[in-house]
Each structure stands twice: as C-alpha cells, then as structure tokens.
C-alpha cells in the first residue's frame, strides 16, 4: 500500500513537472471584464490535462511530509519551524515565499502596496471537481447537538410566555421609562409596553416544557401562503429559549423544499447550524473586523484577556473535529476579534459580561485531497460560499456556525493544468490597476491598498446555467487592505469592516480570469 502512495505521488510529479516543461496548462491570459461570469463548461475543458507518452520524466523521490497530526501552516510547515517552506508549488509554478511588485496608478489619489508572504499548499496538483450545495444531515446534527451541549438539558423554543414571564418583561419596560429621556426611545417603550399588557392577558399560568434531542423537525415556510417546507431545530438551555439572553443556544435551518412552483419567492440556498455556550456573551464580537494571525506561536500583542496562544485554539478545534468523527473538516486560519463597540454594532442595551475583551475565531473548511478552501467571504446572497468557525476563549467554544455547505461531487481532473506564476503576475499587475486606479466619489482625497498576503487556495466558481451548481477550483487569493480619506476629514478602511478579510483580488489559476467573490463567478 505504501508503494501505491508513493507510485501515485511521484506519478503526480511527474504529471506537473512535464505540464511545466512542454507549456501545456500555461493557458493565455483573457481579457475579460472583472464582473464577467466565468463559463464553467470552459473551465472543465481547460483543467484537464492529458499528456503523450514522450512527455513523462523520470521518477522524483517522494517528500517526506509531516504526520497528520502534525499542525502545520499555509506553506506546509510545522508551526515550530522556520525552515524553508516545503511545497513542490514553488518550484513547479515559479514562485517565490515573496511577492513585491510596484505599481503606478494613473490617479494621483490612488497608491497601491504589493508585499506580500506567498503560501502554497504542500501538495503536488491542485483538483477541480462539481459542488452542489447540501443540506446537514441528521447524523451530522445529533453528532454537533451532543458536543456542544454536553450534559445540559436543552428545552424547545417556547411558543407562549408564561404570565409570570411577561410581567417581568412589563416591569422591565416600566422600569427603562422611568429614566429614558429619548423622545424616539420613549415612544418605543411606550408601544412595547402596550404589547406585553396585552400579551399578558392572553398568557397561560404554566407552559409544559419539551426537551430536545438534537432531532429535527419539519415546518412549514409561509403562513398565509403555502411556500414550502424546511427541517428545522431550536433548543435553548432556558425553557423561555429567545426571551431571555442568558443560556446556550443551538439552532439548524435546513434549505427549503417541496417548495410552492406558483410562487415568485426566490429561496435562498444552503442550510446552517449555530452555537451559542451564553446568548449574553460577546455581543459586539462579531461587529468588528477579524484580523488573520501569521504567528499562532504567541499571544498577539494587541489581544485583550486572552492567555491561550492562537496554536492553542487550533488544536482545540482540531480535536473536535477529530473526536466527533468529522474526518475531512480542518482548521483553515486563526483570526483576532474584540468586543469593542466601534459603531458597527448599534446602541445595543444588553449587559454583556464578556466586556472589552478579545476572542479567536477559528476558521475551518472542508479538506479536498488535503487542499483547503479560503477562509469564509462575502458571496451572491442566494448561494452562500460554504463558511464554518467556531469563537475561542480562555473557556472554550463560545460559538460555532456553519453555513451553506457543500456536496462534493465528480473531479474534473486530479491534476489541473495550472497557470504558472511568471503569468498570474502579469494579470494581477493590469487587472488590480483596472479595478482599484477609478473612483466615483468627488471628495475622495486619497485611496490605499496593501496587498500583503498571496494564498494559492479552492474556490467555488457558479455555473452560469444554473445557480445551484459549480465548480470548486484552484484560485490565487491577494489579500490585503483598503483606507480611504475624504475632504471633509472623515475615512473609512478594512479595520473598520466586519467579518473575515476578502481579497482584494482573486484570479482563476487555470484561465487567469478574475473572479468576483461576491458573484461567486
């Protein structure tokens, strides 16, 4: 069985090194405009490799590799080294661990910063192959429901309050009226207030509990008009569930089916789990941006009540998965957030015990042949990109969620003809000017991006004939920055954005187009 690995390893070697060699798979660059959706059927046709019998090498030793165990990062090296990254790509594709490039915008306001850490994946080929979107089995729930919450003993969502329950809500509301001065504010207590004396008449002394096993169950979307169905679980630690903020939370929306062919609503796709081990915990967390961590050896500098290293929370995450029976699920980056009230998150009146303090978000994915996808991005709203990540503190999983997953289906290829870097160089230096050296805005004073990190990742392309089908592909991911500044003295960047960075761009490594994330095409 080793000698199989080993004969199927150096036969992939084999297979990139002649790609390399005799220029097939260097496919010229389109030009194309940034926003054209990219033609999957094409795509199919020029991954695929096929190699004459002259064109074989001769057979390369296999690369010794760490154990699975091991945690390793983007460049497949394990984290207590420092020693030269050790993916075949770099040598295969013509990359450099560096990537500097100077660019000159045309607009005087515009500055564009390329200096970047290149990671590969230690692999020798890079796969494409179907996706369709998937609801969460039963299996997978029960197996997540149980992990999560252990030992304690989640109740249904209630449907009705109890009349003790709403009188606390009315001496709540009473209670606020008393020392709100906000007209707007008053008038809101002064309706909520007339909601709750009305729902109290109604109110049952007693409302029978029913406890949840993690089983879900079929509801109807659509009350005065039949839509379709959906499966669908709420449990909470507290019998009263969203009424109240204390308690875990754990809650799955499958996609919608048996859905009414009459009607014009237009279904979202992707089902989704979510987490919570305290409702009142980190209200603010997810408002704020989530920085990427290079160094997961040490606590960052700028983290506030954390001990646990960013390595740390990795191998957490990592044991779950493995504990729990996810085989294929691996731990894509660490990220740093904080609960800090930047604006982004309202004027939220909820006490929240956690405070001003930071948290790690773990970003996960699903392994295709050891290769894993980019970390979760803003996407077309009717089919999500697939995104999983669990919220790390000094206590554990506060949080998981997981959206809109995948069903793998068919591989195109094993081995896609892959662009060479020389290449890609070339489309990233015309198509960042194209996207970035134009702006709308008439008291833009100056605009920047920094482009610091170039990842060699799988992204999901959207076949343009149908919405619900795509294909997973290798792409080149250049992250990076924005800030901009404006007359009037105001500026806004990517510090103040939420949720995971995006690339600034993203190009198809076996066409050169370029991809936008948020048309998923």
């Known amino acids: 069985m080793k000698n199989r690995r080993i004969l199927k390893k150096t036969l992939a070697w084999i297979t990139l090194t002649a790609i390399l060699v005799s220029g097939v798979g260097c496919s010229k660059a389109m030009r194309v405009d940034i926003t054209e959706k990219t033609n999957t059927e094409r795509l199919e046709d020029t991954a695929i490799v096929t190699l004459s019998a002259s064109s074989v090498a001769q057979p390369v030793a296999e690369e010794a590799k760490p154990a699975a165990s091991e945690t390793i990062d983007f460049r497949g090296r394990r984290l207590d080294e420092v020693s030269i990254p050790s993916s075949p790509l ?43 979107p998937r609801d969460f ?53 002064e309706s909520n207030l007339a909601y709750w004396k009305e729902d109290y008449e109604k109110a049952p002394e007693t409302v029978e509990k029913q406890i949840s096993d993690g089983t879900l169950e079929e509801r109807q979307l659509g009350i005065g008009e039949y839509l379709g169905k959906y499966k669908a679980l709420d449990a909470y630690e507290h019998q009263e569930g969203y009424y109240t903020y204390g308690g875990k939370a754990f809650h799955v929306y499958g996609q919608t089916y048996d859905k ?112 894993l996808p980019p970390p979760p991005c803003p996407g077309d709203p009717h089919w999500g990109f697939e995104s999983c990540s669990f919220t790390i503190t000094d206590n554990g999983i506060e949080n998981f969620n997981w959206y809109s997953p995948y069903a793998y289906g068919e591989y195109v290829t094993q081995s896609s003809a892959l662009m060479t870097f020389d290449k890609i160089d070339e ?88 991809i936008e994330p948020r048309y998923g095409c």
């Open 137 to 189: 089995t039963q299996e997978e729930v029960t197996k997540l429901f149980n992990a999560l919450c252990g030992d304690t003993v989640m109740y249904k969502a209630q449907e009705q309050m109890t009349k003790e329950e709403v009188a606390e809500r009315i001496a709540d509301v009473e209670s606020e009226m008393k020392t709100a001065t906000d007209k707007d504010r008053l008038k809101k207590l």
């Open 427 to 514: 489309i990233f230096r015309k198509m960042m000017l194209v996207k970035y050296d134009e702006h709308n805005s008439n008291d833009l004073t100056s605009a920047t991006y920094r482009v610091d990190r170039v990842a060699l990742e799988m992204s999901r392309v959207t076949n343009r004939k149908s919405s619900e089908k795509g294909l997973l592909v290798p792409v080149w991911n250049f992250y990076g920055s924005y800030y901009f500044t404006y007359e009037h003295g105001g500026n806004f960047g990517s510090d103040d954005r939420e949720d995971f960075p995006s690339p600034l761009l993203r190009i198809n490594a076996i066409d050169g187009t370029v």
């Open 90 to 132: 770099y040598d295969l594709l013509g990359a450099s661990t560096r990537y500097s490039v100077d660019l000159t915008p045309k607009s005087d306001i515009v500055k564009i910063i390329v200096d970047a850490d290149v990671y590969l994946p230690n692999t020798l080929e890079m796969p494409t192959l179907h996706v369709e």
């Open 260 to 371: 009414n062919t009459k009607s014009s609503y237009d279904f979202p796709i992707g089902g989704s789990i979510w987490y919570i081990r305290d409702q009142a915990f980190g209200q603010y967390l997810n408002y704020n941006v989530r920085k990427w961590i290079a160094d997961e050896t040490a606590v960052p500098a700028d983290a506030a009540g954390l001990k646990m290293t960013p390595v740390e929370a990795r191998k957490l995450v990592e044991a779950f998965w493995t504990d729990n029976g996810f085989e294929d699920m691996a731990v894509i980056g660490v990220y740093l957030t904080r609960n800090s009230d930047t604006g982004n998150g309202g004027d939220r009146k909820v006490p929240d015990p956690y405070g001003d303090n930071s948290a790690y978000v773990v970003a996960c994915g699903r392994s295709i042949d050891g290769i």
